[in-house]
């Protein structure tokens, strides 16, 4: 029940900016350590990888501990108390909406033909160097963030919540803003936030394939091309550093018949990257909002069959 509730509010009312989100209390939880175990520890490798190691553990103890005493004591007010704030925190740990009002606001700067504005827009949802792109890069860069974000913003989240209720969504929330702050192939990150990258990529494995294979039976759902989408999920679903990216990435560019991906510039560096999906006809504003509909369709099916194994589950125990 607090599932649903989450997902149709979150449907409604997406992240309103002013309100308090409970994410950026556990990112400045991450900031404040990070500064306390850099003061603590030696700045060497061996340091940095102790105190990425420790960062870890205290944002788990904090993302999950938190809600848990949360919801006990609110238990202990009375059931309807406990109904009612897991499912605002299960409507927190959802993005849907606000994927897709950040995302259409790049897709309306470029129907009124307002390059300038869809460049800032894209800006904003993008962690690569958006002052080079062409109009053509900028839909790519905003489909491959509501792909990409498919995954970890929507599907995983859901997942989590399914199985473990708003707690261990939490605890996934955590380490995906970790990975988000210091997960980084950097200088300054590259042994301090290893292990939060580590731990990103475990608890984003099965996730970001379920999301996939949940874009390809929404592609079927909604009448689009998903015999492409599981030929290029299967073939380009690697195309990435990172085990998981490609993978909700590949079944979107293979749905929608456009290529993604490709070499891109990074705090003023350029890096090579490999193209997801083929170059069958250039990408357009449109895709974005087909983007946006897989989405949609794969967090409603998801929902779906998660609620579903629920259900199985119970009646087996």
């Known amino acids: ?45 061996g340091g940095e990888l102790l105190g990425g190691g ?29 109904l009612v704030l897991g499912s605002v925190m299960c409507w927190q740990l959802l993005a849907a909406k606000s994927l897709r009002d950040e995302s259409m606001k790049v897709y309306d700067a470029l129907r009124e033909g307002d390059v300038e504005k869809a460049r800032y827009a894209v800006s904003m949802i993008v962690g690569r160097d958006t002052e080079r792109l062409t109009e053509e890069g900028i839909i790519r860069a905003a489909v491959e963030t509501v792909a990409e974000n498919a995954s970890d913003g929507v599907i995983a989240p859901l997942c989590y919540i399914a199985l473990g209720g708003p707690v261990l969504g939490f605890l996934y929330k955590g380490i995906n803003t970790m990975d988000s702050m210091v997960g980084y192939h950097n200088e300054k990150y590259e042994y301090f936030g290893r292990a939060a990258a580590r731990l990103d990529d475990a608890a984003n494995f099965i996730p970001s394939r379920f999301s996939a294979l949940l874009m390809v039976g929404a592609a079927f759902v909604l009448r689009m091309d998903w015999r492409n ?12 550093k990172s085990p998981n990216s490609a993978q909700t990435e590949a079944a979107c560019a293979g749905i929608l018949g456009v290529r993604l991906a490709g070499d891109a510039w990074y705090f003023g560096k350029l890096v090579k990257k490999p193209y997801i999906g083929d170059d069958s006809r250039p990408v357009e504003a449109e895709d974005i909002v087909r983007a946006n509909r897989l989405m949609y369709a794969a967090e409603w099916l998801g929902l779906v069959l998660a609620l579903g194994a629920g259900t199985v589950i119970r009646l087996i125990w």
């Open 229 to 240: 989408g599981w030929r290029i999920f299967l073939r380009d679903r690697r195309n990435h």
């Open 54 to 82: 420790l960062l870890c553990a205290v944002t788990l103890l904090f993302s999950g501990g938190v809600p848990a005493l949360l919801l006990l004591l609110a238990h202990r007010i009375h059931p309807v108390c406990s």
């Open 1 to 45: 029940m607090r599932l649903i509730i989450g997902v149709l509010v979150d449907r409604l009312l997406g992240d309103p900016q002013n309100w308090y989100h409970p994410v950026r209390t556990i990112g400045a939880w991450i900031r404040w350590w990070e500064k306390v175990l850099r003061r603590l520890l030696p700045a060497d490798r």
